[in-house]
């Protein structure tokens, strides 16, 4: 009687742990807010959609700019961290500065907690950049933010 008992609450704590997993990795949905978010806005927001286990679509824009990108995430979930493929179109109009593509790696925490780094290559410049500086053909990526998955 003992055994089956045991056996019954192993049971049921597998089961459950295992619902845990099952409605985290259902999610599908995650929104992005942060400095540097939203195509390298000074402040802005991405949103990802996973479109399958692994892979993500995002799109962000913000103060003052606009982005988006294709993301591989490490783990089959919305919480994994992951390598980004992004554009980030920085300044519109008048305030125009440049463009850039590049890889980045973007840790997520387990909570809320993400930022990012990698390279971005010149793909243009606009009419706000300055005429007294040459535009560097790679330069630094970054962002730090928060997340919520949905």
């Known amino acids: 009687m003992k055994k089956q008992l045991l056996l019954i609450f192993l049971a049921l704590g597998m089961t459950h742990a295992f619902s845990q997993e099952t409605a985290e990795t259902q999610k599908r949905l995650c929104a992005t807010f942060g400095i540097l978010q939203g195509g390298g806005s000074l402040i802005g927001?991405?949103?990802e959609v996973l479109v399958?286990?692994?892979?993500?679509?995002?799109?962000?824009?913000?103060f003052?700019?606009?982005g988006?990108?294709?993301n591989i995430h490490l783990k089959p979930t919305i919480r994994s961290s992951f390598v980004s493929l992004a554009y980030w179109h920085q300044g519109v109009g008048d305030s125009y500065t440049q463009s850039v593509v590049g890889p980045s790696y973007v840790y997520r925490g387990k909570k809320w907690f993400t930022a990012q780094?990698?390279?971005?290559?010149?793909?243009?410049?606009?009419p706000n950049w300055p005429d007294s500086k040459t535009q560097p053909p790679v330069m630094l990526l970054y962002s730090?933010?928060?997340y919520i998955p949905w």
């Open 64 to 66: 003052v700019g606009f």
């Open 45 to 47: 927001a991405d949103l």
């Open 117 to 126: 780094i990698g390279l971005g290559f010149a793909v243009e410049k606009g």
């Open 52 to 62: 399958s286990n692994r892979i993500g679509i995002q799109a962000g824009a913000g």
């Open 144 to 146: 730090i933010g928060a």
């Open 68 to 70: 988006g990108g294709l």
